[in-house]
């Protein structure tokens, strides 16, 4: 099983970026799926999850500004972050939900001017 996110980096307030993940060793269409981050300090929270129907339900801090989304046939789950704040900061993970023993390397999201 391999979970490769991508996308994110350094954001100014208020910007936007797109994190993709590229999921091998399973089918992500047949699991329900979900974006996780974690700050330095914290623990990790879960963002936004998709289920196998396509039902999506977002964390409370995150949600109207950002969106969950799969293409099922790239394998690849898509997390859109819109209205960035500086409590946006984290290292983002996708992983099913619940989560797997095997996380992937995630990605960085720096918000900041």
């Known amino acids: 099983v391999q979970l490769q996110a991508s996308g994110g980096g350094l954001v100014q307030p208020g910007g936007s970026t797109t994190l993709s993940c590229v999921v091998s060793?399973?089918?992500?269409?047949?699991?329900?799926m979900a974006w996780y981050r974690q700050a330095p300090g914290k623990q990790r929270e879960l963002v936004a999850d998709?289920?196998?129907?396509?039902?999506?339900n977002y964390a409370d801090s995150v949600k109207g500004r950002f969106t969950i989304a799969r293409h099922v046939m790239e394998n690849t789950l898509y997390l859109y972050l819109n209205s960035l704040t500086p409590e946006d900061t984290a290292r983002y993970y996708c992983?099913?939900?619940?989560?797997?023993?095997?996380w992937g390397q995630g990605t960085q999201v720096t918000v900041s001017s």
């Open positions: 992983n099913q939900r619940p989560g797997l023993p095997t």
């Open positions: 998709i289920s196998r129907s396509g039902q999506t």
């Open positions: 060793g399973f089918t992500l269409a047949f699991n329900d």
